[in-house]
Nanobody
């Protein structure tokens, strides 16, 4: 079992920055898994924000391109989401996700709340 714990959320003004962290523990796979950040706004579905693959390739939702950077430290078993130029529409609960390849099993953190004021 893999445990994921997010941190770094909070209240920021529009235009500010936050760095989210997701620390993994437990039976962590050493190969073939992708890390993702999702966002869920109140009353909406959980949407993919960014992904970093096992090989280091990154993907960003259109809303995050040019402003967010996903990275990971495999030694520390931690994935990060650097969020810059934050907008009120970035508000939501951010969840860390680990997806095993090729089984596609998912592990989820409990989320961390990001609130961006206008």
């Amino acid at each position: 079992q893999v445990q994921l714990v997010e941190s770094g959320g909070g209240l920021v003004q529009a235009g500010g920055s936050l760095r989210l962290s997701c620390a993994a523990s437990g039976s962590i796979p050493r190969i073939n898994f992708n890390m993702r950040w999702y966002r869920q706004a109140p009353g909406k579905e959980r949407d993919l924000v960014a992904q970093i693959t096992n090989g280091g390739a990154t993907y960003y939702a259109d809303s995050a391109k040019g402003r967010f950077i996903i990275s990971r430290d495999n030694v520390a078993n931690t994935v990060y989401l650097q969020m810059n130029s934050l907008k009120p529409e970035d508000t939501g609960v951010y969840y860390c996700n680990l997806r095993l390849i090729p089984t596609f099993n998912d592990y989820w953190g409990k989320g961390t709340l990001v609130t961006v004021s206008s």
